[in-house]
């Protein structure tokens, strides 16, 4: 599984986000909205209502880049009631993130096995 490194510049974007966005919609909510480049050396990171979908998007020499990750149980611990529009972590804190982990309370998503999709 691709990861981002431990040193890298992550902004995640405090508000829900609706996750038909793509790239387009995306970046201009960073240029926009949170005043930033979206081709700069960073990850943005968006979330859905329910909690349950997550979007990454980052510039990568001559492209953007859209990483999507749908939680099939559970929820993704999210910012709740903060005074900006984003909030700045590392890559290591979004690992955590990814992995379930409340970053406060470091509780992790239970581990899920299944035999097949349908």
Same mark, same amino acid.
Request: proline fraction near 3%; aromatic fraction near 12%; hydrophobic fraction near 40%.
């Given at each position: !599984?691709? $990861?981002?490194?431990?040193?890298?510049?992550?902004?995640?974007?405090?508000?829900?986000?609706? !996750? $038909?966005?793509?790239?387009?919609?995306?970046? =201009?909510?960073?240029?926009?909205?949170?005043?930033? %480049?979206? !081709? =700069?050396?960073?990850?943005?990171?968006?979330? %859905?209502? &329910? $909690?349950?979908?997550?979007?990454?998007?980052? #510039?990568?020499? %001559? @492209?953007?880049?859209? #990483?999507?990750? &749908?939680?099939?149980?559970? &929820?993704?611990?999210?910012?709740?009631?903060?005074? =900006?529009?984003?909030?700045? /972590?590392? @890559?290591?804190?979004?690992?955590?993130?990814?992995? @379930?982990?409340?970053?406060?309370? %470091?509780?992790?998503?239970?581990? /899920?096995?299944?035999? =097949?999709?349908?």
């Amino acid at each position: !599984m691709l $990861r981002p490194a431990d040193h890298i510049q992550v902004y995640l974007y405090a508000d829900c986000v609706d !996750m $038909r966005k793509s790239i387009d919609g995306l970046s =201009s909510l960073v240029e926009q909205e949170l005043d930033l %480049n979206p !081709m =700069s050396n960073a990850l943005f990171v968006f979330c %859905n209502r &329910r $909690r349950d979908k997550i979007k990454l998007l980052y #510039w990568e020499r %001559n @492209g953007f880049v859209l #990483w999507y990750k &749908r939680l099939e149980k559970q &929820r993704f611990k999210w910012l709740s009631q903060i005074e =900006s529009d984003c909030i700045e /972590l590392d @890559g290591y804190q979004l690992n955590l993130l990814l992995d @379930g982990l409340d970053i406060f309370n %470091n509780k992790p998503h239970q581990t /899920l096995h299944f035999q =097949s999709v349908s």
